[in-house]
């Protein structure tokens, strides 16, 4: 399995085990403690508890989780694309202290993959090339070309992950923008602007099959897809 695959599980186990505890700090033996559950997930690797030590080590890398003595992680509740559900009013949860804030649960909003793409990107759109200046962070969205969900059960990699700003977002999802499988030319179906070319990075080898999905079953259609 490849390494985003792994830091996917051991993320989504973090966040797990901190919203079972109610408290934003764990420990190694408890991450160990599911052992199993890797064991299951990724049954061609023979040593889980050395590949669990080195993608904790990757999630803190990126800012996910911050490392404390002792063996103790600490679930880092600002990154970007944790979604934190507040409590209300005296309601049991996770508190925040640099804000005062309590929250009853939390979920991944992007896949990690998703995530770093937009980093590497440094958040620029790749159809207009622009950022979202926010007070002290720029902003962008990861568009998965062939769609996530059902029906179309596209593939969570690189190839099928186009970084863009929440206008292009948009009009990918609701079909009026596509991207030309062959020169990678990007057209509005209304013409609303020039036909461009897509910004793409060396390293980033779109898949042509997906371009082609969209393009064929999404692109000039009225329907919203719903999962990205």
Not at 61 to 88: C, P, Q, V
């Amino acid at each position: 399995m490849s390494q985003w695959s792994w830091k996917q599980a051991v993320a989504e186990q973090s966040v797990n085990i901190v919203n079972s505890n109610k408290n934003a700090e764990f420990d190694l033996e408890q991450i160990y403690a599911l052992e199993s559950v890797f064991r299951e997930r990724f049954p061609k690797n023979r040593h889980v508890r050395e590949k669990i030590r080195q993608t904790l080590q990757r999630l803190r890398d990126i800012g996910f989780l911050e490392f404390l003595r002792g063996g103790r992680y600490r679930l880092n509740l600002a990154f970007t694309d944790l979604e934190l559900e507040t409590a209300r009013a005296g309601e049991p949860g996770i508190s925040v202290p640099e804000t005062r804030t309590v929250v009853r649960s939390i979920r991944i909003r992007n896949t990690l993959l998703a995530t770093d793409m937009k980093h590497r990107y440094e958040n620029v759109c790749q159809v207009c090339q622009e950022t979202v200046q926010l007070t002290d962070a720029t902003y962008a969205e990861s568009h998965h070309v062939k769609p996530l969900g059902s029906p179309h059960f596209g593939p969570d990699t690189e190839g099928n992950i186009l970084v863009v700003c929440p206008n292009h977002h948009v009009m990918f999802d609701r079909g009026a923008l596509a991207v030309d499988p062959t020169d990678l030319l990007v057209s509005h179906i209304s013409g609303a602007f020039e036909p461009r070319f897509l910004f793409i990075l060396p390293w980033h080898n779109l898949n042509r099959r997906a371009l082609e999905y969209h393009q064929s079953r999404i692109y000039g259609k009225k329907h919203l897809s719903r999962k990205r």
